[in-house]
């Protein structure tokens, strides 16, 4: 009988939403658009830093450096100004990110005394672009000293040779697209399911299920299996696009893969039912959800290294669920960690999904 | 007029009755301003790191010592093996492994490997560099360099000298909590109306459509002012970010900017027919670009060319370059008439759009 | 056994009381009305026998079931129709039937030949794949009855049922209710239409929370000196201190 009921239950979520305008579009094109543009975009590497240069020397040596320095790849001439004063307007306009100048005499006192001085200005607003492009000029200037012979030989003594593992083309979409997948999961099962039972109240369809014998458990099994389905066949086109687009293939266990997913997606289908049962309008559902979501993505390690944050905002990640799917898809994609690897995370996820789905039942009532 | 106030007074009971939702409002630009503040860097520092050594000698440890006294490495092992070194890649534990070759010591030209975790590729070549850096020093330590050697670049960071990520993420966090509040918040308020049947009540009302309309805007223009006055005072006083160019600028840009999310919202709330996908979409299609495209987070110049195309269309864009233009770089509103124009012109076609779909559909 | 049998039914919101120590009984077979200006109380009064609220304080039996400890065996025995529209408007005709009659454990076959009856009944079978929300509202009406109905509850709740309906329809509507009291279904109502009252077999009136009157509608009438059934309502309305 508790079976049928469910299958009951079943038939009327798919249906409902086969049957909406939107949502089967939104579930489909919008996470599929955020794996597609979202690693183009989330790109911390540098490249095409506009480049003002004034050089007041003319020389040889302002004009290899010049060279050496825009055949780097990193740095785009954008003008040469006869005067700083006019450089810095570039900079005000947003054309240029840097100024180089080359002072009068350069070459002269180079070669007189052995050193000189070289300014450089960045546009720091961008704190990391204007820190890393004055740094990515800084040691072009260092290697064309040692090539130059400008160095002592002592210097040259220490051989340091680094190996990149795991991702040897340091290619950062390789980095980007199984996190991608994690927060698209989180989206499809935390957002959507969120508003469904809230819109059932707004519409008043819920009394009539609430005056009826159904078990709350059941009905909000019927709410959780619907989303649970869909993101397993999105997780599968996800990994589908990672290989066609990107290349990229999980040297782990893709098996590994799809049962962190499932325990995952339970979990947070149950942290947006849980929202949506204490929720009277689908706004404040939908603003509760997103003020978590948000708060949850930006500590999760994401877009930015956990150990770069500060002790209490590490110690946040800790309550976080998605950090420790985000760190296992990774390691599982690009390092093929085994299960027994991340069974630590594993079992983290599980009870997080254990606890909002416990919160679920427990906010839904059926009788006020 | 009075009519008008009424209205008024009606979306403000909306918005003051849900008491979660107004906090939420009122406190997600305070809690994204601290995690951007403190909480999101891409600085390197204690990042777990492990030595494969070889010779253990005299200047092995010694190297090993001062590398984990930095600032940016911590020592979690010395390893016996290779395959230690793997498992503990593996399991996450460490991200860099230091090699040190046989007899060390005695043969000061054998190279030392580095092994990095380059799966975050931006850390990996960071966490290389600065190992090298500390090796090279602490074998040099012992050559005294009395004099400057070579081109000597000397870097001046203009209108941020201590590079702080508040400068760049400040008018960011303020882009997209005015398009949050601003189109998210007014979609779903109009679409709610439509779906409960209001929306015909109000309509059949001797009020002007376009009456209704910025009778829903205006709470959400305040709320919004007071967003901004929360993240301005935050970032002044916590952050210390200074607002170098004129408040009134500053003031009037935002306002625009208001104007344009809020025809942003409107627009939406002509497509879509259910709450659900006015959130949708604008959680989509707005709230995305914005951390996207607008530079906020990522350097656009470093996008596929379709992409950096794309971010011409994101108000939040223009928006984020014309704050920082006045706020930090101290530049007047003139130097701002290329955004501002933009912007203007944006107000002007959403609006054109929406009221044009608004008439057809109802 | 009484259908339902309450005893100082209280609900209190906070320092309002919405239903303040109401008695009643109700019969088997019966057509009972619950009549009351809005606000009343008549609403959160019907919730509460349904299990969808649970009383402040007093009794009530329902079906022969505790509102405090057997709600959800309650709820096997009663059909609810709200105020509110409640099928599932995204569904057809056939599924709303096939949903409701599946949550309350009809097996297969019953549900096929039961969606059939119904349909013919209610003369709907050419909309049978029709989406709910583009019937017209007095054909809704009557299909959220019906599914009220489809599991032969002893009890069946009704509250407003014909809000915004025109009189043709409303006289339909009860000849629905009339089919299902004759089949044994105890039907409990409210209503705002003072002619409706008429055809119930007794009624009582709740003004601010409580019940002002409780009889046969021809006793009323007699006992309030009324033409009408609208006369003894405005009798008693007259002492409302609530407001609308």
């Known amino acids: 009988m508790r079976l049928n009921t469910l299958r009951y239950l079943l038939e009327k979520e798919f249906k409902q939403i086969r049957r909406d305008r939107f949502l089967p579009k939104i579930i489909f094109i919008i996470p599929m658009m955020q794996l597609i543009i979202l690693p183009f975009a989330a790109n911390f590497e540098m490249h095409n830093i506009n480049l003002s240069i004034v050089d007041n020397d003319h020389s040889v040596t302002s004009q290899q450096l010049t060279n050496k320095i825009l055949s780097s790849g990193y740095f785009r001439l954008t003008d040469y100004s006869p005067h700083y004063n006019e450089a810095i307007k570039s900079i005000e306009s947003n054309d240029a990110d840097i100024i180089l100048e080359f002072p009068q005499g350069f070459e002269k006192r180079l070669g007189r005394e052995g050193t000189n001085e070289l300014l450089i200005a960045a546009n720091a607003v961008n704190g990391t672009k204007g820190g890393m492009g004055s740094s990515y000029l800084s040691s072009i200037v260092q290697n064309f000293n040692a090539e130059k012979g400008y160095y002592p030989a002592d210097l040259v003594g220490v051989k340091v040779t680094a190996t990149n593992l795991f991702n040897p083309h340091l290619n950062y979409k390789s980095y980007m697209v199984p996190g991608i997948m994690v927060f698209l999961l989180t989206i499809i099962a935390g957002f959507v399911p969120a508003l469904n039972i809230v819109s059932e109240k707004e519409k008043g369809t819920i009394e009539q299920i609430n005056v009826s014998p159904v078990p709350k458990s059941l009905f909000m099994l019927s709410k959780l299996i619907p989303f649970w389905v869909i993101g397993f066949f999105l997780l599968t086109i996800a990994v589908g696009i990672a290989w066609l687009i990107y290349g990229l293939i999980p040297v782990g266990s893709l098996g590994t893969i799809y049962l962190f997913a499932a325990v995952y997606m339970i979990g947070f289908t149950g942290l947006g039912l849980a929202i949506s049962a204490i929720s009277s309008t689908q706004q404040q559902a939908m603003f509760t959800t997103f003020f978590f979501l948000i708060i949850f993505a930006l500590l999760s390690g994401l877009f930015t290294p956990i150990s770069s944050m500060p002790e209490w905002a590490q110690n946040i990640t800790l309550l976080n669920p998605i950090r420790y799917f985000v760190e296992a898809m990774r390691m599982i994609y690009l390092k093929g960690s085994h299960f027994s690897d991340i069974e630590g995370h594993f079992f983290m996820i599980c009870f997080f999904a254990v606890l909002f789905n416990v919160l679920a039942v427990a906010g839904y009532r059926k009788t006020q | ?362 | 056994m009484k259908a339902i049998e309450t005893k100082e039914l209280t609900k209190r919101f906070g320092t309002f009381t919405a239903v303040d120590h109401i008695s009643f009984e109700v019969e088997e077979g019966e057509i009972f009305g619950f009549l009351g200006a809005n606000g009343a109380g008549k609403t959160t009064a019907m919730r509460m026998l349904s299990g969808l609220s649970t009383p402040t304080s007093g009794e009530a039996v329902v079906a022969g079931f505790n509102v405090y400890s057997e709600a959800e065996q309650i709820k096997q025995h009663i059909g609810y129709m709200s105020q509110k529209f409640s099928l599932y408007g995204d569904l057809k005709v056939w599924e709303n039937i096939r949903l409701f009659g599946g949550i309350y454990g009809l097996p297969e076959k019953k549900l096929r030949e039961k969606t059939d009856e119904l349909l013919q009944t209610l003369g709907l079978e050419s909309e049978r794949n029709t989406l709910v929300d583009s019937l017209p509202l007095g054909w809704k009406q009557k299909l959220a009855f019906s599914v009220a109905i489809i599991h032969e509850p002893n009890i069946v709740f009704l509250d407003e049922p014909t809000g915004g309906v025109d009189p043709v329809t409303r006289r339909q509507f009860w000849e629905l209710i009339y089919e299902a009291s004759a089949r044994g279904i105890t039907v409990f109502v409210t209503t705002h239409y003072m002619d409706e009252a008429e055809y119930c077999n007794r009624v009582s009136i709740m003004v601010d929370g409580r019940i002002e009157a409780l009889d046969e509608p021809a006793e009323l009438k007699r006992q309030f000196q009324a033409a009408d059934m609208n006369g003894v309502f405005q009798a008693l309305a007259r002492k409302a201190t609530r407001g609308e």
């Open chain 2, 1 to 362: 007029m009075k009519q008008f106030a009424s209205f008024i007074r009606k979306e403000f009971y909306h918005i003051f009755r849900d008491i979660r939702t107004m906090l939420i409002m009122l406190v997600m630009p305070i809690i994204l301003i601290i995690l951007f503040g403190y909480a999101i860097t891409t600085e390197i520092k204690s990042v777990p790191f492990a030595v494969l050594d070889r010779s253990r000698d005299e200047v092995t440890t010694r190297l090993t010592d001062r590398i984990g006294a930095s600032e940016y490495f911590n020592l979690y092992k010395l390893l016996d093996s290779e395959e230690e070194a793997q498992d503990l890649f593996r399991q996450g534990k460490v991200r860099l492994v230091v090699v040190f070759p046989p007899q060390y010591a005695s043969s000061p030209d054998a190279a030392i490997q580095l092994l990095a975790d380059a799966t975050d590729p931006n850390e990996a070549t960071q966490l290389t560099g600065y190992a090298t850096a500390i090796i090279t020093a602490a074998k040099t330590d012992a050559i005294v360099q009395t004099m400057p050697i070579g081109i000597i670049p000397v870097v001046h960071l203009l209108y941020n000298p201590l590079m702080k990520g508040a400068y760049n993420f400040v008018p960011g966090v303020m882009g997209l909590i005015l398009i949050l509040i601003c189109a998210m918040m007014t979609s779903v308020g109009i679409v709610r109306e439509k779906e409960m049947g209001t929306m015909e009540i109000l309509l059949v009302s001797p009020m002007k459509p376009v009456y209704i309309i910025l009778a829903k805007a205006v709470p959400y223009l305040l709320l919004s002012m007071v967003n901004i006055t929360t993240i301005l005072l935050l970032s002044y006083f916590l952050l210390e970010v200074p607002i170098m160019g004129s408040l009134f600028s500053l003031v009037m840009v935002t306002v625009l900017y208001i104007i344009v999310s809020l025809c942003l919202g409107l627009l939406i709330s002509t497509v879509a027919d259910t709450q659900q996908a006015a959130m949708l979409i604008s959680g989509m299609a707005l709230m995305l670009p914005v951390m996207l495209l607008s530079g906020m987070m990522f350097p656009i110049e470093n996008m596929p060319k379709l992409l950096q195309w794309l971010s011409n269309i994101v108000p939040a864009k223009w928006y984020i370059i014309a704050v920082k233009d006045i706020m930090i770089k101290g530049l007047s509103i003139t130097s701002v008439l290329k955004e501002t124009g933009i912007l203007i012109l944006m107000a002007f076609v959403l609006i054109a759009i929406s009221v044009k779909r608004f008439k057809i559909r109802l």
